[in-house]
């Protein structure tokens, strides 16, 4: 899905402006949640959940049977081509808003550009790509910040609405549930191999299509039952699927057979292309994942952080079929992933992978 | 105002780690907005306000008598100490909501930080000093997102509400109004004379506890009559004036005889210390801004950034006093600096600077 829409300055790679892209440049995991829960935070009683994981989006009570949803994400590049990378930064921020079930409505840039090294004109299709799928999203960029920096970074911060009888939290998944993950893994290390110069044009093309799809689950599911959700993003499946097992005092299980895998993931990850959050996302999985027999390879898969992932969703078992076929349609590499157990009696792990 | 609190790792001076700070490291003032007007953008019915400038507070309307008021802010360091820049961060941030009327909700973390260069341990006196901040607004800190990076960058995006009936614009000036203004001018030239060094240790507390403070004006003036509002940020008192008399309509006098200057800031002007923004303000306001005869460092004072500068209000005539006398509890520099005129007939500027 390299733009066919033509911009002059296309000789600059974007990803050769960088050192480290994606989610794999975020900070340690453990770091910041430990600092903020140091400092004791007042919590005003309409804010439901804060961010507490530095990582998600805020919900705040409205008062009149609304939720707003605040987040905010933004990151080096990740390909190279600027209506590309303008559409991924949106798609995912807006991503954190349909994780929670609601409907994006604003959204404000987050620009740090690098005027020493990129030409400005370089901001116009960025922002046209992001605009592109801000208004598919219905809806309205409505301005942002901007400074002159040392490497390029886009993001946005995105406030949207929900329900408060329909918004979804990744704590509620309850035994018997099946999970469906709507987009294939495999951001993470495609990122790196198109850095190292060792992906093939048609594993990035399909990556890139992948991570610039909206989350736009919500609308197609309607009131299917949805127990929980979450967007896989920096902490890979392993650690977001573990914060759900976690935070609803369940068992998952994930059958690695079911994965939807995009092409040129498990190649590069055989191929040892790695990145620190494989890393610290083994170190921040460490206590609560069972891996079983399951070779090398998978287990980056699974610790793989995405850039602009798909939805992880807990589904009540009567409606998994329907809500299957139902997210298909838009997306084609959405499956069953696992199941929902009760905790484990004997003190074993949150997460348990598995391979038929 | 330098923090008593001991912050371990305070042997590093933050402005030292980075080569342009606060709001003087914006791109060039026109750019942005013009890529954003080519772009066309869509506007959902609720999106009352969007940053056309990209610099202020976008409103929606709630649809139920209340306006939400969302904005970002974020910059490199501008003062040294960890607990004063995460003070003056937030103040910064929280800025744009007291600048709309209103009063901030919540609070989301930006964080760029530099793990190769400084030690994570700073982190938290950082989120001290803004989570002490956004705490006094009485708002909470809801998470964030952080990213590993060359240089330093905080800032949040705010989410505040204010009441359709007594939301603040800056394009409703009235012939008539007379000018007030909350802060003392003079940081931007004065954290360039502090990278330099040439800064003394009391002109730079003066301006650190400027920044730190809250534009808590919405409660202090309560129903008094404000017709317009703007914060004086990026742009400087002349580019924030000019664009409410051009929003307005109107032609504003500032008489500079009666504006309030921290310590330092006119030597360190007269020194012929300037940054990058003295220059791209002064080509902003070119056209529609009249100088008379005033000396170069009061034209420069005019021109300099701010960060977390003081409101600029415009009251109603009768209001006025009773405005001073109230802001003066908390802000003791605040001043009457000048007047709203009727358009000029004969095509006069839109701002006027005059001295007694």
Redo the contacts between chains.
């Keep these: 899905m390299h733009s066919n829409i033509e911009t002059k300055p296309e000789s600059v790679a974007l990803t050769k402006t960088v050192k480290?892209g994606g989610c794999a440049?975020?900070?340690?995991a453990g770091?910041?949640s430990k600092?903020?829960q140091?400092?004791k935070?007042?919590?005003?009683a309409?804010?439901l959940?804060?961010?507490?994981?530095?990582?998600?989006a805020?919900l705040?009570d409205?008062g009149?049977g609304r939720l707003?949803v605040?987040?905010?994400?933004?990151?080096?590049p990740i390909v190279d081509d600027p209506v590309d990378f303008g559409r991924i930064a949106a798609a995912n921020a807006l991503s954190d808003v349909y994780a929670m079930g609601g409907s994006p409505?604003?959204a404000?840039?987050?620009?740090?550009?690098p005027?020493a090294h990129l030409p400005?004109e370089l901001?116009?299709p960025l922002?046209?790509g992001a605009?592109e799928k801000i208004?598919e999203a219905?809806?309205?960029?409505?301005?942002?910040?901007?400074?002159?920096?040392?490497?390029l970074?886009l993001?946005f911060?995105v406030?949207g609405f929900v329900p408060a009888t329909r918004a979804w939290t990744n704590a509620n998944a309850q035994p018997g549930d099946l999970l469906i993950l709507t987009k294939a893994l495999g951001t993470g290390v495609l990122i790196s191999a198109t850095k190292e110069g060792k992906a093939e044009p048609e594993w990035i093309n399909e990556a890139t299509a992948s991570m610039a799809q909206l989350n736009r689950v919500p609308e197609l599911v309607g009131d299917l039952e949805i127990h929980a959700a979450t967007d896989i993003t920096g902490f890979g499946l392993a650690g977001h699927a573990m914060e759900m097992a976690v935070g609803s005092g369940v068992q998952i299980e994930i059958n690695t057979d079911q994965l939807p895998i995009l092409s040129g993931a498990l190649e590069s990850l055989r191929a040892g292309i790695l990145n620190r959050a494989h890393k610290t996302n083994l170190e921040y999985t460490a206590d609560k994942v069972e891996w079983s027999q399951l070779p090398a390879e998978w287990r980056w898969l699974a610790l793989d952080a995405q850039t602009s992932g798909g939805l992880l969703l807990s589904v009540a078992p009567q409606d998994a079929e329907e809500v299957l076929r139902r997210v298909r349609a838009q997306f084609p590499r959405a499956a069953t992933i696992g199941r929902v157990l009760k905790p484990s009696t004997q003190g074993g792990s949150a997460l348990r992978f598995k391979a038929d």
Tied chains: 1, 2.
Excluded: C, Q
């Excluded at 219905?138 to 490497?151: K, M, R």
């Design positions: 480290r440049a975020k900070l340690p770091a910041l600092i903020l140091s400092l935070l007042t919590r005003p309409p804010l959940v804060g961010m507490e994981k530095f990582d998600d805020a705040w409205l009149d707003m605040n987040t905010l994400d933004f990151f080096t409505a604003l404000l840039t987050i620009l740090a550009f005027t400005l901001v116009e922002m046209r605009v208004e219905g809806a309205g960029l409505a301005g942002g910040h901007s400074i002159d920096d040392e490497t970074k993001g911060s406030t």
